[in-house]
């Protein structure tokens, strides 16, 4: 059985579900300020995983080069940042993967100290209430979410790219997130 989208093409019903997935998901974490806080509940929700966030660091991660949409985002100077690579986990699950950029200077000692377990970045630097600003929303195409068995699927499904800012504006991080497929699946 298919169904019609909105631009006119015919997709199967169980492609049509998981767009509908994929953006109400995106929805809810551009909603949220924290990321970690969003996908808990969808989790929860769906059945998917309980529990609370975690990360599982990448020991020794490299910084990849930020492309020109992300440094200008950050402010167009990413010298004296830090870098981190993360797993995102909800009760154990792998639900995400995140590089962060961050500026250690404008984080308290406890707050970078935080960033070195697996506490997620929002949680460390909760204390700042940084707000979240969204630069781009990348979602998987309906030629991506077609019936496959598990390792014919995709990895990631939607992408995120946000800038953790002050109540000032100033930027303290720029966060990549690709949320994985077995949070649509």
Do not use: K
């Not at 995102?88 to 984080?107: Q, S, T």
């Not at 935080?114 to 990348?138: H, K």
């Not at 309906?142 to 002050?166: G, Q, Y």
């Amino acid at each position: 059985m298919s169904v019609v989208m909105e631009d006119g093409t015919a997709v199967d019903t169980a492609v049509a579900r998981r767009l509908r997935a994929v953006a109400a998901l995106s929805g809810r974490i551009l909603a949220s300020r924290l990321a970690t806080v969003a996908l808990q509940g969808w989790c929860r929700e769906c059945g998917l995983a309980d529990g609370p966030p975690s990360v599982r660091l990448a020991a020794g991660a490299s910084p990849e080069p930020l492309d020109a949409d992300s440094l200008r985002a950050l402010g167009g100077d990413a010298a004296g940042t830090a870098f981190r690579r993360v797993e995102i986990r909800i009760g154990g699950l792998a639900v995400a993967d995140a590089h962060n950029w961050y500026f250690p200077a404008r984080l308290t000692a406890e707050m970078r100290g935080r960033l070195t377990t697996d506490c997620p970045f929002g949680e460390a630097v909760e204390a700042l209430q940084p707000r979240r600003r969204t630069v781009l929303v990348r979602r998987a195409g309906p030629e991506v979410l077609v019936d496959a068995p598990p390792a014919a699927r995709p990895a990631h499904v939607l992408e995120h790219r946000a800038v953790m800012e002050l109540a000032d504006g100033t930027p303290i991080a720029l966060v990549h997130e690709r949320f994985r497929a077995v949070l649509v699946w």
